[in-house]
């Protein structure tokens, strides 16, 4: 996955996410497989950056990568299902990075604190992003629609949609995917210039 | 380890997700409420003139404040464990009872004459209430600390000394009934003592115990 272009690439990442992080805080394996694997490549971005900038070499960007894999699935009950994904990552691979490098001793190289101001902080945009995100939402269609709108903007349950549209919870995750998928596709087919 | 291999093993871990932060705060709130209770009445039990006092303003305004700052450190508390949190600034709901002690330390001083100051602002124990308040106060602290460990403070020793102020409110909640010394000249300077010692206590804790 690669460095989002703008707010709205990095909003559908968002809800991708968060809709994956919802279902496999509740048991489902496969799309928390699929969170993981989509957020390394991010986090070895992440991690390459802050070595680079504390001067550390890239040769313990895997270490900080697994750590904050590893943290990520330990602390996934502190992530509030009702906020956004990527604040929540982004605190943790960043406390992660400052940890590693602090245990190496090279604190007193590195400013933290200047360190903290450059690693990459998306709360604000995240917060930003949900109206244009609905506006592409509503481009959506027929169940899709309602599910996506349901799961990954009103917050609910994969049960709960699969017993509001009486569908069985394999079929609903199996719309949700499409439709995220269809979200993306949405968003890159239209770039306004 | 490849990664690849470290996310499969994780993907394939099937243990249930912790109770959410919040729901662990509110757990160790009430326990920890309990337990100053209980310690309160073994240890101290409500003054003689209970009933009597409860009729007084300046009686009553110790609950107030120390209720004021334990619901203000419990907000302040939820929003700083949050890992995202880390970054924004102190919680400004810790300044309502700071406000509300000096607005009550200013109509003290003008109700009362400047000669009967010393003796309300000395009281009579003030060294029982500086021991009582974080002896109160430890069992909350403690509690709280458990529910901590098991979240993700990105900022452990902000968040050790605000669940300090936290249990240091609890305690003064329950010392409050106990202690005669109603006068904001006393409360302002011995409970602010006390519940500033845990603060501190909270905050080296924190530096040691809420790292992850």
Known sequence: M????????????EVQWAAWMRAGLDGDGEAYRLLLDALAPVLRRIARQGL????????????VVQEVLLAVHLKRHTWMRDQPFSPWLNAIARYKLIDVLRRRGRRGEVPIDDL????????????????????????????????????SLEGKSVRDAAAKWSMSEGAVRVALYRGLKRLAQLYRGDEPA | MKT??????????????????RRMLWRAVAGGALAACIAFFVLLGPRPDFMQAIETVRFVFKFVV??????????????????????RPLHAVLLVAPALLIAALVLEMLAVPASDWAARWIGHNWLYCMSFIPILSLAPLALLFFALHRGASTTPV???????????????????????????????TWYTIAIGFMTGLGALCGARLLRW
Do not use: W
């Open chain 2, 4 to 21: 690849d291999d470290l996310i499969s093993a994780l993907a394939a871990d099937e243990t249930p997700p912790a109770p959410t932060p």
């Open chain 1, 116 to 151: 903290i101001e450059v690693l990459p902080d998306q709360s604000v945009q995240a917060e930003a992003s949900p109206r244009e995100l609905e506006k592409l939402v509503d481009r959506l269609q027929g169940r899709e629609h309602d599910i996506v709108t349901a799961i």
């Open chain 2, 158 to 188: 902000r968040t050790g000394a605000i669940a300090g102020l936290l249990a240091g409110g609890i305690g003064a909640v329950f010392y409050a009934a106990h202690c005669t010394d109603d006068s904001p000249l006393f409360v302002a």
């Open chain 2, 66 to 87: 120390s209720l004021a700052l334990a619901a203000s450190a419990f907000v302040a508390l939820r929003r700083a464990m949050r890992p995202e949190m880390g970054a």
């Open chain 1, 52 to 63: 680079r900038q504390a001067g550390a070499g890239n040769a313990e960007a895997e270490d």
């Open chain 1, 2 to 13: 690669s460095q989002p272009k703008n707010p709205g690439e990095a909003s559908v990442r």
